[in-house]
């Protein structure tokens, strides 16, 4: 690894006054996104694409990552001082950042989270850029067998989203994967499922798809009341001051190795398909437990339970690159999309970004460590003033996302046809989030089942039915049996404790 | 709790219907295709099949007490004929004076919000699309397929 091409890409970011004003501009976006209940960084992503349309891939890129990447930062104020978890992965801070705000140490909790998670965010790419070289190799060396197997692991993934819902899960993932299938089929060049429409020879995108399974549900469900439902905020939680803020910010330099520990944990979190999204922030909670000398305290305003959640919540998101990237295997349902997106602005993710696209990956990484450090200095500014936009009215923001959900789903394709496959598809997609089924599945099956079944033709071409006995094929057979027993333990097994049980009550990423 | 089978109607089961013709209907048609293209959606369609099926018959045997009906039409049915509207308005007349004016009457109509905020947001998301969008940006802002006919009436070349 080229040490001129690490730091080459970032000297080329703070020079170059367009893509450091993307990156500023990301900040109070992906901020607004994480606090605002109902919008989060998946749809922050897709409503996002009208504004990259047409860009080079580089900006266009690094304004989405860092909108991305600083959504979970943006959920951290309204978790620990209103108590509403805007999304999946900040709900581990309810269980010690709202104690503390409730117990007068609201600028502490604020300070320690923000504070870890930039720390997190900057540990996640440090760990990347240290894991690379030892990846690239093995990266090179994958054929379309091992991309088939992986493919495969990436779609396992729906066994630890779905949750409980594992068969409305699978059911949702073969919904996915068939309308993945739409369009020429690149084996034989033959049209499927098109009827005859030529709108829909390119195939369904996974923007239209994730417009109408998320941005149209979550907009119904916000619109269906005359006015929407707001937070209550307590007056007296938002009443901090700076030095408070700033002593937690110590905290996590008090805590240094939970805070070094949870941030290594994270990066790796992020990167196994299926342990990313909220397992991390959770997984990093439980280790800081475990860890503890006094366990009694956690749940009543610990301050080392707001520091290990803020870590992995954002070291994941660097560590969710490397298979986005290398190995077009999403880590997550919100990489899924952004690969989508990556795809629409030309980047071509895959093993050759070793070899053709080392500096575009590094300013990528680079924009999600910038990211998170602007975005917590912003927090620490103005924290105490984002109840005003926790508090948006469904009434107002119903119709504008509603603007943006058919801008984007026109510009994704140029066809005004698919504004009508918009609305069709919405109704399944709110039929799905009023009875909690897993949508996340559907973008798995629509993202890689596409990706198995090319890379399946490849390899049975290649090698005809004994591509299935290769080694690695057999290594990679073994990885997903043990990660689909392991998510089935984990949802149907014997619960260990309270603390385990106690987190099933927060609702899920699975459940959104 | 009522102890009363689920209506057969109800949006669950019409859902559940619904993904149990998809997926069979998927799978039937790959039927027609060449080895290479149909393996894969057959094999897709009939596990969707399968397990939709299975679903059905679970959602079909749970009393209404169990299951609680988690669609309410008379809320949801209007929210969703505004998704409509907003589709098909843009459809008729493109995003620029679409977009605006649906905002203006969603937010008049449905929201109740005074006619002051209704204006200044309606325009501030005009000025948004017409003014970034096509002029700064350059973004291609779908026409609408009536406009262009009124326009050309308007202005006969």
């Excluded at chain 1, 098109?194 to 998320?214: E, N």
């Excluded at chain 1, 907009?219 to 803020?245: C, D, H, K, W």
């Excluded at chain 2, 039409?73 to 998704?83: A, Q």
């Excluded at chain 2, 509207?85 to 969603?106: D, H, N, R, T």
Aim: proline share 7%; aromatic share 10%; charged share 10%.
């Amino acid at each position: 690894m080229d040490p001129h091409v690490i730091f080459s890409s970032l000297f080329d970011i703070l020079s170059t006054p367009k893509l450091i004003g993307l990156i500023l501009l990301a900040v109070p976006i992906g901020t607004f996104f994480g606090c605002v209940p109902g919008l989060g960084g998946k749809l922050g992503i897709v409503l996002l694409i009208p504004f990259v349309y047409g860009m080079d891939p580089l900006p266009g890129a690094v304004f989405l990552l860092a909108m991305h990447a600083i959504v979970h930062t943006g959920g951290i104020v309204p978790s620990i001082l209103f108590g509403v978890p805007t999304n999946g992965p900040e709900a581990p801070l309810l269980v010690d950042g709202y104690p503390m705000a409730r117990n007068g140490q609201a600028g502490r909790a604020l300070g320690a989270s923000l504070g870890a998670a930039s720390i997190g965010g900057v540990v996640g790419v440090i760990c990347l850029a240290l894991i690379l070289p030892v990846v690239e190799p093995f990266v090179l060396a994958f054929s379309p067998a091992e991309f088939f197997w992986l493919a495969v692991i990436g779609i396992t993934l729906i066994s630890a989203l779905a949750g409980k819902m594992l068969v409305q899960g699978l059911i949702v993932g073969c919904f996915g994967w068939l309308i993945g299938m739409i369009g020429l089929d690149s084996q034989t060049g033959i049209q499927r499922f098109t009827f005859g429409q030529l709108f829909l020879w390119d195939g369904f995108d996974v923007i239209s798809g994730v417009l109408a399974l998320y941005a149209l549900p979550e907009m119904m469900q916000l619109g269906r009341g005359r006015r929407g439902e707001s937070p209550e905020i307590n007056p007296a939680a938002v009443r901090y001051t700076f030095a408070e803020v700033l002593d937690g910010v110590k905290d996590n330099f008090r805590h240094w190795g939970l805070t070094l520990t949870t941030s290594v944990m994270g990066t790796f979190i992020g990167m196994v398909p299926g342990l990313g999204g909220e397992a991390a922030g959770w997984m990093c909670y439980a280790y800081s437990v475990s860890r503890a000398k006094d366990p009694e305290r956690y749940g009543k305003g610990a301050v080392e339970g707001v520091i290990a959640p803020s870590t992995g919540m954002n070291a994941k998101e660097g560590g969710g690159l490397l298979p986005t990237l290398f190995f077009g295997v999403p880590a997550g349902s919100g990489m899924a999309i952004m690969l989508g997106a990556l795809i629409m602005l030309g980047i071509k993710p895959g093993p050759m970004m070793v070899v053709n696209d080392l500096p575009l990956v590094w300013s990528l990484i680079w924009a999600i460590a910038l990211a998170n450090l602007l975005c917590t200095f912003l927090l620490v500014l103005v924290g105490r003033h984002m109840g005003a936009v926790a508090n948006i009215r469904a009434g107002l923001l119903v119709p504008v996302v509603l603007v943006f959900a058919l801008l984007g789903t026109y510009l994704a394709k140029d066809h005004w046809e698919s504004l009508l496959v918009l609305a069709g598809m919405g109704a399944i997609g709110y039929v799905m989030r009023r009875n909690n089924w897993p949508r996340p599945c559907f973008i798995i099956g629509l993202v890689l089942g596409p990706t198995a079944e090319v890379s399946f033709h490849k390899a049975m071409a290649l090698w005809g039915p004994s591509f299935l006995v290769r080694p690695t094929s057999l290594l990679m057979m073994g990885l997903i049996a043990t990660s689909l027993i392991y998510n089935l333990r984990k949802t149907y097994g014997p619960k260990k404790n309270a603390r385990t049980s106690a987190r099933h009550t927060v609702p899920t990423d699975a459940s959104l | 709790m009522s102890s009363n089978p689920i209506r057969p109607t109800s949006p669950a089961i019409l859902s559940g219907v619904f993904l149990v013709i998809f997926a069979s209907a998927a799978g039937v048609a790959a039927l027609n295709y060449p080895p290479g293209a149909a393996s894969m959606p057959i094999m897709i369609g009939a596990v969707g099949a399968v397990l939709s099926l299975l679903q059905l018959v679970v959602e079909l045997r749970r009393s209404r007490g169990a299951f609680e009906e988690k669609v309410d039409l008379r809320k949801d049915l209007p929210i969703y004929g505004w998704v409509w509207g907003f589709v098909l308005a843009v459809i008729a007349f493109g995003f620029l004076p679409a977009a605006p004016l649906m905002l203006l009457a969603y937010l008049r109509l449905r929201s109740k919000e005074s006619w002051k905020l209704s204006l200044i947001l309606s325009a501030a998301v005009f000025v948004l699309l017409y003014g970034l969008f096509q002029r700064v940006l350059g973004v291609p802002l779908f026409e609408g397929l009536i406009t262009p006919l009124i326009l050309d009436g308007l202005m006969p070349s």
